[in-house]
């Protein structure tokens, strides 16, 4: 089934999303408003990486 | 694609997720390694390096940790957790104990992430139970110190349902509410689910399957959603499909049946669970064995669950290929038991889902029972009892010439039967205490 699914398309933007939220967070100055969003941005991709890139690798 | 929450990992072909398995393992092993004192002192007396698991029989090699190891760091810096804390305390965003049942509650450190991932397991059980997000669940759990039902929470708010806590109502009050908001799942232990129906048509005269609309009940807490004639009282008191789940605060919510109920699956996309033998230690690997779980969540980060001797008794079923497509591997009748409970009376290991299956499979019987095994002289003495329906009284002595034979079948041991009136057993909210063993500790 897995073939079904454009796996490295998906892992390669979650890679560009955590690219974009952590560049955020270095140009943030300290904003909480902004760190602590991007943290919680940051958890909702990491289960992206654990749902769909960790697997990319071994397909 | 409907069934599933994530298609790809949960029909991953058994050799790739097994790959998947041993990737994620060396990643938490390193990550615990370099950032937990704790585990790097076990890993470091027990002469295992990074880079020493490179083979699935390499895991082996890596020590257990057990509940009371845990519970010895605890209570120092990094305070309350102690040294199994892989984050610097400011990253810890959620705090949850262990119910204490075995010894001294066990702290749980939890970051956003980690809750995300808590909240991610929960969907896949969730889903994989037919829950969307056109559902309106009900959570008539007390909110507080315990996990519980808190990644449920978060789970289905995940799958886009709409959520009812029914946190400080009493059992009348959360049953109405679901009744006059038409809830169409909800989630409690066993012992609740049984409770409410009781109350529900005691007290309030209200038939939970013909008067409320509950189409979907996962239970968690108590291994009556694999007892089958627990689950059967179950669903026809609510007129609801009702389906297991397994987690616990240490490890995550890692096993669950989908709609299927042909046991329970563990998500091996997020955990490894191993089944060694009771005596051995030896691993088991084929269907039909008994034996001891141990388990490794594999992306929980900030306090660890690595190779955890849960003692949890559990057996691999032997059916390789569940109806739903899944190639996560199923357990046959879902926790049976912990290693600490199955107790040896008489000589003979009892386990006491046995007696609970029996009497829930009378209907003459209500739901509550209770077991108490004491010592008269040398032997050991197990008093069981149970409640007659009402009405039942005349029938007596056939109830109790079938108690006696299931008994004997089930568990090979004979009883000191105590027939009580309906109601007068002790009832309980969450999880229920009904094995009572009073012999004095050698």
């Known amino acids: 089934m897995a073939?079904?699914?454009?796996?490295?398309d998906m892992a390669e933007k979650i890679q560009l999303l955590k690219q974009t939220a952590t560049e955020l967070k270095r140009i943030s100055g300290g904003i909480q408003a902004v760190d602590r969003n991007v943290d919680r941005i940051l958890a909702s991709i990491k289960m992206l990486e654990i749902n769909i890139s960790d697997v990319a690798g071994i397909l | 694609m409907e069934q599933y929450w994530n298609p790809i990992l949960e029909t991953l072909p058994r050799e790739k997720l097994q790959r998947l398995q041993l990737k994620k393992f060396q990643n938490i092993f390193k990550w615990a390694y370099e950032h937990s004192k704790f585990y790097h002192k076990v890993y470091s007396e027990a002469g295992i390096e990074l880079g020493d698991i490179r083979t699935f029989d390499d895991i082996r090699k890596v020590p257990k940790v057990e509940k009371s190891m845990m519970r010895a760091i605890q209570g120092k810096d990094p305070y309350p957790y102690g040294d199994m804390l892989c984050v610097p305390l400011g990253e810890v965003t959620e705090y949850h104990q262990t119910s204490g049942t075995t010894g001294q509650p066990v702290y749980q450190a939890d970051?956003?992430?980690?809750?995300?991932?808590?909240?991610?397991?929960?969907?896949?059980?969730?889903?994989?139970?037919?829950?969307?997000?056109?559902?309106?669940?009900?959570?008539?759990?007390?909110?507080?110190?315990?996990i519980a039902f808190w990644g449920a929470h978060y789970g289905a708010e995940k799958l886009g349902c709409e959520v009812i806590p029914g946190g400080v109502l009493n059992t009348e009050a959360r049953i109405l509410r679901m009744q006059e908001l038409r809830a169409t799942a909800m989630m409690a232990t066993p012992t609740y689910i049984l409770g409410m129906a009781d109350v529900a048509r005691r007290k309030l005269g209200i038939d939970p399957a013909r008067d409320l609309q509950i189409r979907k009940i996962t239970v968690a807490g108590e291994?009556?959603?694999?007892?089958?004639?627990?689950?059967?009282?179950?669903?026809?008191?609510?007129?609801?499909?009702?389906?297991?789940?397994?987690?616990?605060?240490?490890?995550g919510d890692w096993g669950y049946e989908c709609i299927y109920q042909s046991?329970?699956?563990?998500?091996?996309?997020?955990?490894?669970?191993?089944?060694?033998?009771?005596?051995?230690?030896?691993?088991?690997?084929?269907?039909g064995r008994r034996g001891k779980m141990v388990i490794t969540a594999f992306d929980r980060m900030a306090q660890p669950c690595?190779?955890?001797?849960?003692?949890?008794?559990?057996?691999?079923?032997?059916?390789?290929?569940?109806?739903?497509?899944?190639?996560?591997?199923?357990?046959?009748?879902?926790?049976?038991?912990?290693?600490?409970?199955?107790t040896k009376v008489k000589g003979v290991l009892l386990a006491p889902t046995s007696i609970e299956e029996v009497v829930r499979s009378i209907p003459q019987l209500g739901d509550e029972y209770?077991?108490?095994?004491?010592?008269?002289?040398?032997?050991?003495?197990?008093?069981?009892?149970?409640?007659?329906?009402?009405?039942?009284?005349?029938?007596?002595d056939a109830i109790k010439n079938k108690l006696v034979d299931q008994l004997r079948v089930k568990t090979g041991l004979r009883y000191t039967l105590e027939f009580h009136e309906y109601g007068t057993l002790p009832r309980y909210d969450v999880k229920a205490k009904r094995f009572k063993d009073l012999r004095p500790k050698e």
């Open chain 2, 306 to 342: 690595i190779r955890f001797d849960s003692k949890d008794i559990i057996e691999w079923s032997p059916i390789d290929k569940c109806e739903c497509g899944r190639t996560f591997r199923l357990l046959r009748g879902g926790v049976m038991g912990r290693a600490d409970d199955i």
């Open chain 1, 3 to 8: 073939e079904e699914y454009k796996i490295g």
């Open chain 2, 370 to 396: 209770e077991v108490l095994v004491t010592k008269k002289g040398d032997l050991d003495d197990i008093t069981l009892k149970v409640e007659l329906m009402a009405g039942q009284e005349g029938n007596v």
């Open chain 2, 263 to 287: 046991g329970l699956h563990v998500n091996e996309a997020l955990f490894l669970v191993e089944i060694e033998d009771l005596d051995t230690g030896k691993l088991i690997t084929e269907p």
């Open chain 2, 111 to 146: 970051t956003w992430q980690d809750w995300e991932w808590h909240a991610d397991a929960w969907a896949y059980v969730l889903y994989a139970q037919g829950y969307r997000a056109s559902d309106r669940v009900f959570l008539p759990f007390g909110y507080n110190i315990f």
């Open chain 2, 223 to 251: 291994p009556g959603g694999s007892i089958p004639t627990t689950k059967k009282r179950m669903e026809e008191a609510w007129g609801a499909k009702v389906y297991d789940h397994i987690g616990a605060t240490e490890i």
